[in-house]
């Protein structure tokens, strides 16, 4: 949705005429329209609320261990590569198996010549 349907300060507006209208006449309704319905629909959005909060903070946790995890994979690969390349070299079949270039892949440097004044 682009569009916001309703005020972000709803629940307060909210409140503020479930009270009001208690004080006017608590027995006043508006065809099926009374205190109790506006009240039931006050806590259904409030336990909404309150489950987006507390699924937001599972998420948060599930994202943080994937995090974790992710960074001690990326610890033992670098680790796997690094083995590989001393013990095969840095120009062998093997290093380029586990995910490396080979030296003899690479680019060589360019070096650009100094400017003179």
């Known amino acids: 949705m682009s569009k ?11 409140k503020r005429v479930l009270d009001a ?7 006043l309704t508006f065809g099926p329209l ?8 006050l806590n ?3 336990g909404t609320e309150e489950q987006i ?11 943080n ?3 974790a995890y992710s960074l001690a994979m ?5 680790r796997v590569r690094a083995a590989v390349k001393g013990i095969y070299g840095d120009d062998s079949s093997q290093y380029e198996m586990v995910g490396g270039t080979r030296l003899s892949d690479r680019k060589a440097m360019r070096r ?3 400017t003179i004044l």
């Open 53 to 63: 909060t507390n699924l937001e903070n599972t998420l948060t946790n599930v994202r």
């Open 34 to 41: 009374n205190t109790g319905a506006l009240t039931m629909d």
């Open 74 to 78: 990326w610890d033992k690969v670098k």
């Open 4 to 14: 916001k349907l309703v005020p972000s300060d709803l629940v307060e507006q909210a």
């Open 112 to 114: 650009t010549p100094a």
């Open 44 to 46: 259904h959005v409030r």
């Open 21 to 27: 209208w208690g004080q006017i006449d608590d027995g």
């Open 65 to 67: 261990q994937r995090d």
